[in-house]
T-cell receptor, first 112, second 113 residues
């Protein structure tokens, strides 16, 4: 019940395109859903996060869409750039048990 | 603001040997986490400290792993004896308080041969 399932495992998008990564969870107690970006040799860095009281959050080119009834959330990267090439992790946690449960990651490659 | 510092960056040891990792969190951060990231997987929490007390160590293999956070600042994670399956990146993270953004260090890449 603690799992967070992430897809796809890898993604190749042309420069300027839209990158979409999806996650699904089972634990209805989860109430915090962050996305992390990780470059090779670096630790994960928080990109954007959402709580279930809203269905969408946008920060620059990055948008989280959240569907509480389906227990799914996704990351959209608009106008994808080569510098966005990295591994992206979704995660989830809950009040009172705030350890982050991570998805398995998506390796995103933006090609010219 | 200085980030989370970890050392060493890389470590290669033989199985059954012991190893220790060190973490210095961001100044003032009360919560400290150790995560294990196996190649191709997402990080998995090993232990969470609030100041110098343990909040969650449910996924820490306590027969071989130990961690401490003396004086509520720096922390060390030890493995003794190491197994081949312990090969992973060990990430330290800290947050100002519980339920606030966690900042990760660069990690220590451990290879057990």
């Amino acid at each position: 019940q603690q799992q967070v399932k992430q897809s796809p495992q890898s993604l190749i998008v042309q420069k300027g395109g839209i990158s979409i990564i999806n996650c699904a969870y089972e634990n209805t107690a989860f109430d915090y859903f962050p996305w992390y970006q990780q470059f090779p040799g670096k630790g994960p860095a928080l990109l954007i996060a959402i709580r279930p009281d809203v269905s969408e959050k946008k920060e620059g080119r990055f948008t989280i869409s959240f569907n509480k009834s389906a227990k799914q959330f996704s990351l959209h990267i608009m106008d994808s750039q080569p510098g966005d090439s990295a591994t992206y992790f979704c995660a989830a946690s809950s009040v009172g048990n705030e350890k982050l449960t991570f998805g398995t990651g998506t390796r995103l490659t933006i090609i010219p | 603001e200085a980030g989370v510092a970890q050392s060493p960056r890389y470590k290669i040891i033989e199985k059954r040997q012991s190893v220790a990792f060190w973490c210095n969190p961001i100044s003032g951060h009360a919560t400290l986490y150790w995560y294990q990231q196996i190649l191709g997987q997402g990080p998995k929490l090993l232990i969470q400290f609030q100041n110098n007390g343990v909040v969650d160590d449910s996924q820490l293999p306590k027969d071989r792993f130990s961690a401490e956070r003396l004086k509520g600042v720096d922390s060390t994670l030890k493995i003794q004896p190491a197994k081949l399956e312990d090969s992973a990146v060990y990430l330290c993270a800290s947050s100002l308080q519980r339920n606030t953004e966690a900042f990760f260090g660069q990690g220590t890449r451990l290879t057990v041969v």
